[in-house]
């Protein structure tokens, strides 16, 4: 039997910059639909992404300067890919870097595996 467990919106949320810059430094370029079935895929369902969270979060990362896009015309429909900036590459290592350091804290503070010293 296969159960499907989801993450809070809440969680998702708070990690959603991180895991588009993270998958966006693994891939060259991607556009939106691919970056949720990667998300998908690489979870195992654990995490859906949906469009009304995705989008806003691509616009805010390009309008900080950590994205840019560049369209591609396929027949008549476009297609906006995302590519991360030099800016975005380091944002990406600082957020990285800071989502690590939180879930040690977090497992210390839970007292689920990490003690003092002991990283």
Known sequence: MYICIMYSSELIKGTLKTIVLNL???NERMYG???TQK???LTQNKIQITEGALYPTLHALEK???LTTEKEYIGKRVRKYYRLT??????MQDRVNELADFMK???FLLDLDVKPGHA
Request: no cysteine; glycine share 10%; charged share 40%.
């Open 24 to 26: 966006l430094k693994d």
């Open 33 to 35: 639909y691919e970056i």
């Open 39 to 41: 998300v998908k895929d």
């Open 64 to 66: 900080q300067g950590d």
């Open 86 to 91: 030099d800016q975005g590459i380091n944002t």
């Open 105 to 107: 804290t977090m497992r």
